[in-house]
C-alpha cells in the first residue's frame, strides 16, 4: 500500500508539563508504540517534528514548516515531505494505535481526499487520512489564523467514520485515546485504560453509595447516556461445586468462564482481575463506567461520606455527598438526593462533547 505514515510529535504537552511522546506504557515509550503500528501497515513512515528530539525514531524526522501552530501545522508538514499521494496522520500519544484500522481508514479514503473517524460524536482528526490534495486547504486555514485540526475540513471532500464502520474490531475506541494530562498518564501506567470516562464512587459500608449510584444511572439514562457499573466487593467469589466450570477449575484450569444469554461468569484461581481488565470488558457500547470501591484506583471520584464523617478529599475528587452542612469553599459538595446536580456535574466534567458535525 503506497502511503506514508506520519507520526505528529510537535505539541507542547502543556497539560502533561513533560514530552508525553516519551511516556512509558509497558516499558516501551508512546512515539515508539505509535511508529511500530504504522510500520506493520504502511512502507514510509516519518515524524513530523524536532530531529534532534526524535532523530532516529523513524525513517525521516522533519521540523514543522510553520512552527508553534498546533497539530495542523504537523499536518501541513506531513503532506508537504510526504513521498506517496496519501498519507496517515498518527498522534504521537496514542498507547493503542493499531495498524489495522489505519490501514482500513486509508481504504476507506478513495475517491475522497480525506478519510476522518467520527466516534461518540467527536472528530479524531490525528488518526485519520489525508490526501496532499489538502494541503493547499490546510495553509489558508494556517495563513488565516485558523489553527483548530479540524479547520479545513469543510474545504476538503471528506469520508467520515462513524462507530458501525469499526465495528469490526473489539474495542476499536481505544485506538483513538490519546494521553494529555499527568492523571492520564498516571492511569495509564496503573493499566487504568478506558475509551470511554470512568468514574468512581468510594465511601463507607452502608454510606449510601448504591442509592446515590441508582438515581445517577437513572439520570444518566433520561439524558440518553448508556452507563455501566461495576461493583467492587472484598467477599470471595466462588463457583458453585459441582458446576462444569468448578469441575474445570479443580481441574486445574487458572481461569474458567461462563457466558451465554443475559451475560458471563467468570472465575479464577487465585486473586482477582485487574481493575482495568474489568472494565475493559464493560466499555464496548457504554458511553461511561460507574465503579462502586476500588478507593485507591486513579479515577475520577465521588466521595460519599457518613453524616459523622469528615469528608476526604484529593485531586482525584470531583464532588462530595454528604448529610453535613455545606460548606463556603472546597469542592463541590452535595445532599444525596441531589442526583440530578451530581449528575451535571459528571455530564459537565466527563462527557461534554467537542468538534461535532458529522
Known amino acids: 500500500m503506497q502511503v506514508t505514515g506520519a507520526v505528529l510529535a510537535g505539541g507542547k504537552s502543556s497539560r502533561m508539563g513533560e514530552d508525553k511522546a516519551f511516556l512509558l506504557v509497558d516499558g516501551?515509550?508512546?512515539?515508539?508504540?505509535?511508529?511500530a503500528a504504522l510500520r506493520e501497515v504502511f512502507p514510509e513512515v516519518m515524524i513530523a517534528g524536532d530531529p534532534e528530539v526524535y532523530g532516529g525514531l523513524a525513517e525521516r524526522v522533519v521540523p514543522d514548516i510553520v512552527p508553534g501552530v498546533g497539530p495542523i501545522g504537523g499536518i501541513h508538514t506531513a503532506l508537504a515531505f510526504a513521498s506517496h499521494e496519501l498519507v496517515f496522520v498518527a498522534a504521537a500519544d496514542l498507547p493503542f494505535a493499531d495498524g489495522e484500522v489505519a490501514r482500513?481508514?486509508?481504504?476507506?479514503a478513495e475517491g475522497f481526499d480525506a478519510a476522518v473517524p467520527c466516534i461518540g460524536g467527536r472528530l479524531e482528526p490525528l488518526?485519520?487520512?489525508y490526501r496532499k490534495t489538502c494541503r493547499d486547504a490546510v495553509l489558508r486555514c494556517i495563513n488565516e489564523g485558523r489553527y483548530r485540526t479540524?479547520?479545513?475540513?469543510?474545504?476538503v471532500k471528506v469520508c467520515y467514520l462513524t462507530?458501525?464502520?469499526f465495528s469490526w474490531r473489539h474495542n476499536f475506541r481505544r485506538v483513538f485515546?490519546?494521553?494529555?494530562?499527568p492523571a492520564e498518564a498516571r492511569r495509564l501506567q496503573q493499566k487504568i485504560w478506558t475509551s470511554v470516562p470512568a468514574v468512581g464512587v468510594v465511601g463507607r459500608s452502608k454510606a449510601g453509595k448504591t442509592r446515590l449510584i441508582e438515581g445517577v444511572v437513572k439520570e444518566l439514562s433520561r439524558a440518553g447516556?448508556?452507563?455501566?457499573?461495576?461493583?467492587?466487593?472484598?467477599h470471595a467469589i466462588r463457583d458453585a461445586a459441582g458446576k462444569d466450570t468448578f469441575r474445570f477449575m479443580q481441574a486445574g484450569a487458572i481461569k474458567t468462564a461462563l457466558a451465554g444469554p443475559g451475560g458471563a461468569y467468570y472465575f479464577q484461581a487465585e486473586g482477582e482481575p485487574p481493575l482495568g481488565t474489568v472494565i475493559g470488558l464493560l466499555e464496548d457500547g457504554a458511553d461511561i463506567i460507574i465503579v462502586e470501591g476500588y478507593k485507591d484506583a486513579l479515577l475520577p471520584q465521588i466521595r460519599v461520606a457518613d453524616t459523622d464523617d469528615e469528608p476526604e478529599v484529593d485531586e482525584r475528587t470531583i464532588a462530595v455527598v454528604t448529610e453535613r452542612e455545606k460548606g463556603a469553599s472546597g469542592p463541590r459538595i452535595f445532599?444525596?438526593?441531589?442526583t440530578a446536580a451530581i449528575t451535571a456535574v459528571i455530564v459537565e466534567l466527563l462527557l461534554r462533547r467537542e468538534d461535532r458535525g458529522c
Request: hydrophobic share 40%.
Open 104 to 108: 482500513y481508514i486509508v481504504q476507506r
Open 335 to 338: 445532599k444525596p438526593d441531589e
Open 163 to 165: 462507530e458501525p464502520d
Open 177 to 181: 485515546l490519546n494521553v494529555n494530562t
Open 150 to 155: 479540524v479547520s479545513f475540513l469543510g474545504d
Open 225 to 234: 447516556y448508556r452507563t455501566a457499573v461495576l461493583k467492587h466487593t472484598r
Open 28 to 35: 516501551r515509550p508512546l512515539i515508539e508504540r505509535v511508529v
Open 127 to 129: 488518526f485519520a487520512a
